[in-house]
Each structure stands twice: as structure tokens, then as C-alpha cells.
């Protein structure tokens, strides 16, 4: 195993410099002693790169020679240019989809079908690496999600016959209820506040729960009927959740004792008092128990040296066993569906449980970090933020809001040609923002 010896720099022509620049790291020589070369935005920083060369590749039986990119452009112009070129040095991607999406709508990408029979990953998440075509362009690899967190004691107060891992949007607002009228007190919470993801509930969640979609259901009836929803609701949250940005810190001080967050957020609650809190799916909504995985893939690109050699090691990174050295090394989440065995603190566990429970719920539906935005992406979560602040915050009608946002939204779109992404049905064309009339 090539071992870290800081930043480096190769360059395959003046082109592949440009597009590899300074953001690669790791060993001394670009495949080198017949390494495959793995070429990832995922687990860049240095402390996880080295346990991903040194821990999860450890039980390897070829060689790999592990390369780091930082997010944005390199991973993506790295293969365009060698493709340009015919040949390439890269033979395995570690990206995220909406990475990968770009390259496979290229052409970029090898057919991994052949692969899919040795491993057991989770068919919504394999779906979501066909990439709206029949072939296999990418393998999921491992994710990040959002879950919730309850207090323990708050579980006395769930509404009468409700199921903690099968719960409704409609019974949370019920349970929001019910802890009001037992303790005075306002103890849902979401991180609504500045730093917080709370624009990712909309998008991952509230919006696929109610309307099956996103962006084309955005202020339509569908889409108004969510938003009534969490009006109704938000009477029954801390009003102190416009200032949260990580909901573990809450959930610790009791000021609030049911929260949904990313599980990055919600880890130091769970870990610090075990005993106290429970890790549950996400609720349903009227479409189904939408949830958005942060998917990280594998793909081989078409120019790769050594693609027997890539796939060989995607069979080892899916391993069950391997999934488990992932998730104790680096608390990024199996994508199996099969129990992985590893050692984890009674936090971790409770966190993959709930995850597990959330994959392969039988009403699951995966929604997508939005693809293809470019530099809007953040005016893009702006006009979710500001759909919030209109009508929660500030008590306005959501037709009439919505209504409002609906040609920024579109504006976005435009400017960008993005089209849709699951589960809103693929477009032809930028992304068609779904309105009322």
C-alpha cells in the first residue's frame, strides 16, 4: 500500500496539470508498482485518507494508490481530459452522485452491471446509480443521511398506537401536541437557524413526503398542503429552532425533545447519554418516507488502465465486513443491506439502526441532493429558507408565497439548464418548477 507522503502533483500533458493542479494528495507516483489508481472526493482530509489507505484498504489483497481531490471541478476535469486524450491513469472514482451524474451523462462512465451480482447493496440506492438509464454507471459506496433523535421519556407521549420506526408527519405534529399539553412546553425542533440544514428538509424530505416530488410539485396543491402541514405543526416547536444550526446540543440541554438533523448533528447526543435518547427513521408523508442519502459512488471511468482491477476493489469496498471498517473508521453509513459486524459506541449503533430501519423501510423514497446547479446552489436553498421565513416565520398564506418564490425558483433553473433529479421524473431541458396554475 503506498503510503502519504503529502501533496503531489503528475501531469499527463499540460492539460491534465490544469486539471489536476494542487488538490491531489497522497502517495508518491500515480499507480505505481501496478497500483489501481483511486482517484476521490470522498474521505479527503488527511486524517480520513489515511485511514481509508491504512484500515478500510488494509484487508486488500492487490494495491491501491489512494488520491484525493477537493470538492468541485478536478474529479470531473481530471476524466474529461483523459478522455480527451484516450487514455487515462485513473481506473477507480470515489464521487458523490451528483459528480458522478455529470460524468455518466457524458459518456464517461463504464457499465458496472456485471458487478451488481456479487454485492447486496440497497436497490433504491442502486437504482439511484443507473442514473435514469438501464446500465449500472455507478455503485453506491457508502452515505450520510438525517434522521430523528427523541428523548427517551418524551416516548410515553406518542400519540396512541403509533410505532417509533414507523411513524407519520401527521402523528409528529400529534406527539408535538401531546408533550405540549403534559409539560407547558414547546418541544419539537428543527435547525432552522443559520447554520442550519433546515433548507435540506424541504428538499430531502418534507417536499417528497407530501408531493412524490420536489422542485415540480414546489407550489402546487401538493405543495401547499406540506407547507399548511408544517404551519400546523410549528405551534408545537421550540421557537427558539430559528437559531439552531446542530440539534444535538438542544436535545442535550432539553430544550427540545424530538429533532430531526443530519446524523453528523445528532451524534454527540447520542453519544454523550446513550441511556437517554432514541434514533428513530424519519416520518411518512402521503408519497411515502422520503429521506435524502448523501450517496458517495464508485464508477470506473472509460479510459480506466485497469478496470478488472477497479472492480475487484468496489467487491472489496461492499464487502460487509469492510462496509463495518468504514463505518467504525470514518462514521459513514453501509450501503449494504446485509448486518455489518464492527465495533461501535452505543451512539453509533442507535444511528446506523435507525438508518438501516430508513433504507430498507418498504415505503422508502430516496431524494437527491440537487444535481447541477453549478453556483446557484445556494440561491437555490435561499428560496427555501425564504419560503420558511414568509410562512412560518412571518405568518404568510403559503399559495400565495409560493406562488411568489416560483419564478426565482424557475429563474435557477433557467440560467443553469438544469434538469430535474429523482424523485422528480427526468426533463428534457431545464427543470419545470410545478405552480398552481
Known amino acids: 500500500m503506498p503510503s502519504s507522503m503529502g501533496p503531489r502533483r503528475r501531469a499527463v500533458g499540460l492539460a491534465m496539470a490544469v486539471a489536476i493542479g494542487a488538490s491531489l494528495t497522497g502517495g508518491a507516483a500515480l499507480g505505481q508498482g501496478g497500483s489501481v489508481v483511486m482517484l476521490s472526493t470522498q474521505l479527503a482530509p488527511e486524517a480520513e485518507a489515511q485511514k481509508m489507505r491504512d484500515q478500510i484498504l488494509g484487508g486488500f489483497a492487490g494495491s491501491v494508490d489512494f488520491v484525493t481531490a477537493d470538492p468541485g471541478s478536478v474529479l470531473i476535469d481530471t476524466v474529461r481530459v483523459e478522455a480527451q486524450a484516450g487514455s487515462g491513469e485513473v481506473s477507480l472514482l470515489g464521487g458523490l452522485h451528483g459528480e458522478l451524474s455529470t460524468l455518466g451523462a457524458e459518456g464517461l462512465l463504464m457499465d458496472l452491471s456485471d458487478v451488481v451480482a456479487d454485492l447486496d447493496v440497497s436497490p433504491g440506492l442502486l437504482e439511484l446509480g443507473k442514473l435514469g438509464t438501464d446500465q449500472q454507471l455507478y455503485i453506491p459506496w457508502m452515505q450520510a443521511t438525517y434522521v430523528m433523535v427523541a428523548r427517551r421519556d418524551a416516548l410515553e407521549h406518542l400519540p396512541a398506537g403509533a410505532d417509533i420506526n414507523a411513524l407519520t408527519w401527521a402523528q409528529v405534529t400529534e406527539w408535538g401536541a ?32 407530501f408531493t412524490g416530488g420536489v422542485n415540480t410539485h414546489f407550489a402546487d396543491a401538493s405543495g401547499v398542503a406540506m407547507w399548511e402541514w408544517l404551519k400546523e405543526t410549528w405551534q408545537y416547536v421550540n421557537p427558539q429552532s430559528t437559531t439552531y444550526g446542530f440539534m444535538q446540543e438542544p436535545l442535550l440541554s432539553g430544550e427540545v425533545a424530538v429533532a430531526w438533523d443530519h446524523t453528523a448533528r445528532l451524534i454527540e447526543a447520542l453519544r ?102 453549478a453556483d446557484q446552489g445556494g440561491a437555490y436553498n435561499d428560496v427555501f429558507k425564504s419560503a420558511l421565513a414568509q410562512i412560518i416565520v412571518e405568518g404568510g398564506d403559503p399559495a400565495t408565497v409560493l406562488a411568489g418564490l416560483a419564478p426565482t425558483l424557475q ?27
Open 411 to 437: 429563474g435557477i433553473f433557467d440560467a443553469t439548464g438544469a434538469p430535474c433529479w429523482s424523485p422528480d421524473p427526468p426533463s428534457d431541458g431545464p427543470c419545470q418548477v410545478g405552480t398552481g396554475g
Open 178 to 209: 401531546n408533550l405540549q399539553a403534559a409539560t407547558g412546553e414547546r418541544l419539537l425542533g428543527f435547525p432552522a437557524g443559520a447554520d442550519g440544514l433546515i433548507h435540506r428538509f424541504f428538499q430531502g424530505f418534507a417536499y417528497p413526503a
Open 272 to 373: 454523550t447519554s446513550p441511556d437517554d435518547f432514541v434514533a428513530f427513521p424519519v416520518p411518512a408523508g402521503p408519497e411515502g418516507r422520503a429521506f435524502m442519502p448523501v450517496v458517495a459512488g464508485l464508477a470506473i471511468p472509460a479510459t480506466a488502465p485497469d478496470p478488472e482491477g477497479a472492480k475487484a476493489v468496489i467487491r472489496h469496498l461492499l464487502d460487509p465486513a469492510t462496509q463495518g471498517i468504514t463505518l467504525q473508521q470514518v462514521s459513514f453509513f453501509p450501503v449494504v443491506t446485509s448486518e455489518v459486524q464492527a465495533e461501535l459506541d452505543a451512539g453509533t449503533q442507535a444511528e446506523l439502526d435507525a438508518v438501516s430501519a430508513q433504507i430498507s423501510a418498504a415505503d422508502a423514497l430516496p431524494a437527491l441532493l440537487p444535481i447541477g446547479l
